[in-house]
C-alpha cells in the first residue's frame, strides 16, 4: 500500500551540529547518496533531497548522479539508476520545502529525526494519522554529524520519536543510512 499522501526525504549535511554543539556542514558521502536512494525509492518516497551549501559538495553529487543517467551506469547497474533518478542536490531545507510545495501546490509537514531527542510529538503511527487528515505532504529530514541544529528542530512540524535499541548501557549512535532504513519500514507498516 503507497503512502496517503507524496512523501519526500532529505538528508540534510548544512546546518549540523558537530560533537561540541557548533553549527557545521558535513562533507557528503557516497554511500548515503546510494544507499538512502534505494530506501527511498523501495519505499515509495516521491523524491530525495540531498542537502549541502556546499558547492563543491553539489558538483560530486551531481557528478555522481549523471554517472548513473548516461549509458556506462545504466548498463552497469539498471536499478541504480532507477533509485537515483528521484536524488536531487539542494542548497537548503528551506529550498527543498519550496520545490515540495510548487511541486504539490501546498507546504509540506517538515518532520524532524534525531537520536537525541528529549521530546518527541509522535511515532510513526501517529504521523501517518497527522498527515492524512488533511493530505499534507510529508518531508522528512534526517541529520548527519551529530544531528539536526537546534532552531531546524524547532520549526519543525513533527518530531518523530527516536529509534531505541535494546543494548541497556544506553548506546543509540546508528548510521543515518541505518535509521533511514528503519523509519521508512516503519512508516509503511503503520499504513
Not at 552497469?76 to 528551506?94: G, Q
Not at 504521523?127 to 534526517?142: A, E, H, N, W, Y
Request: aromatic share 10%; charged share 25%.
Amino acid at each position: 500500500m503507497p503512502f496517503p499522501v507524496p512523501c519526500y526525504i532529505g538528508l540534510v549535511h548544512g546546518p549540523i551540529k558537530s560533537k561540541d554543539g557548533s553549527e557545521i556542514t558535513t562533507s557528503v558521502t557516497n554511500l548515503d547518496i546510494h544507499d538512502i536512494a534505494r530506501s527511498a525509492r523501495t519505499f515509495g518516497f516521491k523524491k530525495y533531497f540531498i542537502v549541502t551549501p556546499i558547492k563543491n559538495q553539489q558538483a560530486m553529487v551531481k557528478k555522481i548522479l549523471g554517472f548513473w543517467e548516461a549509458d556506462s551506469g545504466l548498463i552497469y547497474n539498471p536499478d541504480r539508476r532507477n533509485a537515483l533518478a528521484e536524488a536531487e542536490v539542494i542548497d537548503s531545507i528551506s529550498d527543498a520545502v519550496k520545490k515540495i510545495t510548487e511541486i504539490e501546490g501546498r507546504k509540506p509537514c517538515v518532520v524532524v529525526t534525531g537520536a537525541n531527542f528529549d521530546k518527541y510529538d509522535g511515532k510513526e503511527k501517529e504521523l501517518i494519522q497527522k498527515i492524512s487528515v488533511d493530505g499534507t505532504p510529508m518531508f522528512l529530514l534526517f541529520g548527519t554529524g551529530w544531528g539536526l541544529t537546534a532552531p531546524v528542530v524547532e520549526q519543525a512540524d513533527f518530531r518523530l520519536e527516536p529509534i531505541f535499541g535494546i543494548a541497556d548501557d544506553g548506546y543509540n549512535h546508528l548510521s543515518v543510512r541505518s535509521a533511514v532504513a528503519i523509519y521508512c519500514d516503519r512508516l509503511a507498516r503503520s499504513l
